[in-house]
């Protein structure tokens, strides 16, 4: 089954990083075909970031997103531009943090990643890696195992403990929204 | 270890450089440009680990000039570029085929004419790699379509280059030069340089009887070989007004490609047996023309795939073979370039999806120019 994931936010936000991460995951620690690709142009200096993955059990042909099953959006302004190509039925994980007014379309999942990110590690830059966790844990789209060594790989060293406690915060984040619905 | 080994999750551009390392290249003269700048990047950050000499030039008549002479410093060399900067080295391209110098030119295609569209897909320039610079000449052209293939064929760009001396480009794009994908390194390639001549011998550019192809020398030691762009005999040594010289020269520059089409030509069939409709692409337009092959599969309607792998020298004989029995479309991120080719060897209707923008062909609208077709 294809999958397309879809991050979306602002420049500095560790969105380009989100995506190359989930795409390791799958593709290297849990053995499916991952492609990613992102936004260059000019959107990407003016502030507006873009990361696209599309996970397949398949070889992954077409390596462009069209229709995203899963929309990660962590500005307001990436969610009034993207939410409208968003598959239907399609899952939406947002900064609530964020962005206030919750989607129009799509099964919505509000973790208040840059918040939690702040109040438990006392850093915002690992805002994307408890999204990561909420992604994991909501979707199932990668195990958890394969996230963590995902992650543990991609990031600074002497970053690792940290990253690791805000994916855990991720994957508790997701479980509980998960049991709530 | 030399060059990156194993399983990764890589960007084409940076496979791209691990591949030219593992090829052998040590020495990389560029100037930046997006697409194409990873590559740059990569080798900057690369080669003095390996021994190697990055040099970042003026321009990119600077960096190709550089090029060739590393390679007859000894050592294999590359650069890499965009539309713009391709155009620079045009001039260039010509003295190095016709100096039979052993170089490799990366172009990540971007949207032309002109700066364009920097960040945009395209295969704008794949006529220009064959006919960019002035006079007549032969080169070797690679496509590339996942960045497994980024690796792969710059490995085998620089073994070609080295077998026939001459240029050889890998005409890669945006799409595929930008995104990321799982490879598997070798441990060890496969590679090939130009044998050397022996010392003293007065007839440096006699060519092999059987590959048209001449040994090679190197600088500084001990070689007295004279490199010219002008018109030379088989001794290197000018001789710019006689007609048998030139004619033998020039013709054996484009006939040792030619002569050796069928052992450099690689392409890849999918479902060409009893294939009615052929779909022709090359580069990252082929992963979405095999989706819409296998899409029309099962909707019933016989198709199949064409890859161009190599793009030049063209495969006239297999294209005029297919047209015999089958349709032919041509697919591709220009207005109409390969198509001619196609055209010259089906001498007959040949179809034709062009786009150009920036964006790639999706499956599904290829799907549908070939149902409508009927």
Known sequence: ?181 | MSHMQGVRFLQGNIACAEGAIAAGCRFFAGYPITPSTEVAEWMAQRLPKVGGVFIQMEDEIGSISAIIGARWAGVKAMTATSGPGFSLMMENVGFAAMTETPIVIVNVQRGGPSTGQPTMPASGDVMQSRYGSHGDYAVIALSPNSVQEMFDLTVEAFNLSERYRVPTFLMADEIVGHMREKVVLPEKVETFTAPLSRKGTKYYFKPDPKTLVPKMQVFGRGYNVHVTGLTHDERGYPATNDAKVHFRLVRRLVEKIERNADKIIKVEEHHLEDAEVVLIAYGAVSRSALAAVRELRRRGVKAGLLRLITLFPFPERLISRLARRAKLVVLEMNLGQMLREVERCAKRRVHFLPKIGGELHTPQEIVRFVEALK
């Open chain 1, 1 to 181: 089954m294809r999958v397309e994931v879809r991050f979306s936010g602002f420049g500095g936000q560790g969105i380009v990083t989100a995506g190359i991460i989930l795409a390791r995951a799958a593709s290297i620690h849990d053995g499916k075909q991952a492609v990613q690709t992102q936004s260059y142009g000019p959107e990407a200096r003016g502030g507006a970031s873009r990361s696209e993955v599309i996970i397949s059990d398949e070889e992954i042909l077409y390596p462009k997103v069209l229709r995203p099953d899963i929309f990660v959006v962590m500005s307001g302004q990436a969610m009034q531009k993207y939410l409208r190509d968003l598959k239907k039925g399609g899952v939406v994980i947002y900064d609530s943090s964020l962005i206030k007014t919750p989607p129009a379309k799509g099964r919505p999942y509000p973790v208040p990643a840059t918040l939690l990110a702040k109040r438990e590690i006392g850093k915002t830059i690992v805002a994307n890696i408890i999204l990561l966790g909420a992604l994991t844990t909501i979707t199932g789209v990668v195990s958890k195992q394969a996230m963590e060594n995902a992650v543990l790989e991609s990031v600074p060293k002497g970053t690792e403990e940290m990253n690791k406690k805000a994916l855990h915060i991720g994957f508790a984040e997701g479980e509980r929204l998960v049991k709530e619905k």
